[in-house]
Antibody, heavy 123, light 111 residues
Framework: QVQLQESGPGLVKPSETLSLTCAVSGDSISSGYYWGWIRQPPGKGLEWIGTIYHSGSTYYNPSLKSRVTISVDTSKNQFSLKLNSVTAADTAVYYC????????????????WGQGTLVTVSS | QSALTQPASVSGSPGQSITISCTGTSSDVGGYNFVSWYQQHPGKAPKLMIYEVSNRPSGVSNRFSGSKSGNTASLTISGLQAEDEGDYYCSSYTSSSTLWVFGGGTKLTVL
């Protein structure tokens, strides 16, 4: 059974960098899937942040692209999210995720989600 | 503003059928069959209900069905049950620079 677990600080100060890691178990991060990050501000909808392939190819939401970096560590079977220059608008539950298939176009057909971690941006 | 438009809310009585729409453009919903639907209960991660417009993952009730006509995708829930209450989101691949987008979400109330 595939499991994803987010970890990282729950509180980040404005203008600083939000850093989260997603530990993957039950599957190899090099197994050919795309691995992604999605966030959900309190009381609001879902927003795709970005996705990485095990080879290191990355795809980012243009609205966040200038501030986002997603990386993969195959030796630890995990992938990470960094979002810099955060503001209160970045306060959200952050999910890591894996789609059901290996099709590039279908990366938002996600059947494995982390439990989500709330990150609050506040001084 | 989300790239895909969903009604903010829908409601129905137990046993009835309801349909949630997801309207996009020919660059996303209308141009590709990579539309997914999610159900989300409060405090929980979303659950995939439909992928590739009309396919149900294993374990999802056949009361849930998906379809598409032109630039609008639809999720239909038949035989509405109290447990179906929650938020529903559509998503799609898009040929625009955004690449992948979600709808704004629809709150389903079972009366």
């Amino acid at each position: 059974q595939v499991q994803l677990q987010e970890s990282g600080p729950g509180l980040v100060k404005p203008s600083e960098t939000l850093s989260l890691t997603c530990a993957v178990s039950g599957d190899s991060i090099s197994s050919g899937y795309y691995w992604g990050w999605i966030r959900q501000p309190p009381g609001k909808g879902l927003e795709w942040i970005g996705t990485i392939y095990h080879s290191g190819s990355t795809y980012y939401n243009p609205s966040l692209k200038s501030r986002v970096t997603i990386s993969v560590d195959t030796s630890k079977n995990q992938f990470s999210l960094k979002l810099n220059s955060v503001t209160a608008a970045d306060t959200a539950v952050y999910y890591c995720a894996r789609p059901r298939g290996k099709t590039y176009y279908d990366i938002l057909a996600i059947d494995y989600w982390g439990q989500g971690t709330l990150v609050t941006v506040s001084s | 503003q989300s790239a895909l438009t969903q009604p903010a809310s829908v409601s129905g009585s137990p046993g009835q059928s309801i349909t949630i729409s997801c309207t996009g453009t020919s660059s996303d919903v209308g141009g590709y069959n990579f539309v997914s639907w999610y159900q989300q209960h409060p405090g929980k991660a979303p659950k995939l209900m439909i992928y590739e417009v009309s396919n149900r993952p294993s374990g999802v009730s056949n009361r849930f069905s998906g379809s598409k006509s032109g630039n609008t995708a639809s999720l239909t829930i038949s035989g509405l049950q109290a447990e179906d209450e929650g938020d529903y989101y559509c998503s799609s691949y898009t040929s625009s620079s955004t690449l992948w987008v979600f709808g704004g979400g629809t709150k389903l109330t079972v009366l």
